[in-house]
């Protein structure tokens, strides 16, 4: 599932609507133990609805989330690499460029420099 793309929404209200939180609040706290409670199930079942309807548990669908959300604002924004990190939800600059090159296979700085030649072309 990607950000960029219109994917399917899930057929599950509640998956839906985690998505839609985690969408929003990629700064905040969004491990297991905290989604659960805010859906009002066990981390484990939510673990299970999220392999069920995304095909995977919800670290690495927050992560995707998070690492994409980060390539749309180095592609769009002029902010440092530490505000991206920080509005991604990504605890430190190093966080997100180890999410970054294990997504992409390429350092957010320089992702950054491919996209801002891009668009001056």
């Known amino acids: 599932m990607s950000l960029f793309t219109t994917a399917p929404a ?12 985690i969408t929003n609040h990629l700064d ?3 491990n297991a133990a905290a989604l ?11 673990t299970r609805l999220f392999l069920e309807h995304l095909g995977q548990p919800p670290a690495r669908f927050i992560r995707q989330a998070r ?8 592609a769009s924004t002029a902010l ?24 992409y296979g390429i350092s957010p ?11 001056a072309t």
Not at 16 to 21: G, K, M, P
Not at 109 to 119: E, L, V
């Open 10 to 21: 899930p057929k599950n209200d509640m998956v839906r609507q985690l998505i839609e939180h």
């Open 28 to 30: 905040h706290d969004l």
């Open 36 to 46: 659960a409670a805010r859906a009002g199930v066990t981390p484990r079942h939510l």
């Open 67 to 74: 690492t994409e959300a980060a390539a749309h604002l180095l």
């Open 80 to 103: 440092p690499l530490s505000g991206v990190a920080k509005r991604c939800g990504f605890g430190s600059t190093e966080t997100l460029r180890q999410a970054f090159t294990s997504r």
């Open 109 to 119: 700085s320089r992702y950054r420099a491919t996209q801002t030649a891009r668009s």
